[in-house]
């Protein structure tokens, strides 16, 4: 069955670090989606990548799709408070419905 | 902001209670999804629809049940819930964003079976 994996699990950071978080499959993937879950909250879309090795920027957000469509990554430059929370890739399956992955908890250290 | 709606938010019920937790949109999208998410982990589909009257299982198996009679209101059903029930459970309506399916999110409801 499909797995996506994120890694890390959990990434504690001091604020102005910068923080990645990679997430891997075992089969290419079709497009990824990225969303950001605040603690408490509720999953929010961030970005979607469709093209082998496209890079795109949000701020402080750099997100990348691997040249294999295997992986994808995203990269936070000098972390803030604000950036607390849980990120999570999503792939679609073959019933063109989001199959997130493991998810990793960022912790923002003051 | 999207306008997707989820009551209650948080819920504390009895082992073999019968319980209904309620999703509405008013976007008139009409694919619709219940996710469920334990504290801390990834988010697993358990139903979704594509509108009116379709209704489908999704990856993870769930003895809950849904159904979808008009396009804002996809409500989610458990007959007799238990312990193992207990979780978060997010719904979700999509629509399509520049080639893509976006997902919007309600705020969950929190549910504890004692």
């Known amino acids: 069955g499909q797995q996506v994996m994120q890694i890390p699990q959990y990434q504690h950071v001091q604020e102005g670090e910068d923080f990645t978080t990679y997430c891997n499959s075992s089969?290419?993937?079709?497009?990824i989606q990225w969303y950001k879950q605040r603690p408490g909250g509720h999953p929010v879309f961030l970005i979607q990548?469709?093209?082998?090795?496209e890079v795109k920027k949000q701020k402080r957000l750099t997100f990348q799709f691997g040249e294999a469509k295997k992986n994808s990554s995203l990269h936070i430059t000098a972390t803030q408070t604000t950036d607390v929370g849980t990120y999570f890739c999503?792939?679609?399956?073959?019933?063109?419905?989001?199959?997130f992955g493991t998810g990793t908890r960022l912790t923002v250290i003051p | 902001e999207a306008d997707i709606y989820q009551t209650p938010r948080y819920l504390v019920i009895g082992t073999g209670k019968k319980i209904t937790l309620e999703c509405s949109q008013t976007?008139?999208?009409?694919?619709m999804y219940w996710y469920q998410q334990d504290p801390g982990m990834e988010l697993h589909l358990i139903h979704y629809?594509?509108?009116?009257?379709?209704?489908e299982k999704g990856d993870l198996s769930s003895e809950s049940t849904v159904s979808r009679i008009r396009t804002e209101h996809f409500p989610l059903t458990l007959e007799s819930a238990r312990p193992s029930h207990t979780s978060q459970y997010l719904c979700?309506?999509?629509?399509?964003?520049?080639?893509?399916?976006?997902?919007?999110f309600g705020s969950g409801t929190q549910l504890s079976v004692l």
């Open positions: 979700a309506s999509s629509e399509w964003d520049r080639g893509f399916e976006k997902l919007f």
């Open positions: 089969t290419t993937l079709s497009n």
């Open positions: 999503a792939d679609l399956t073959g019933a063109n419905n989001l199959f």
């Open positions: 976007m008139g999208h009409d694919k």
């Open positions: 629809s594509y509108g009116v009257n379709s209704t």
């Open positions: 990548l469709v093209k082998s090795g």
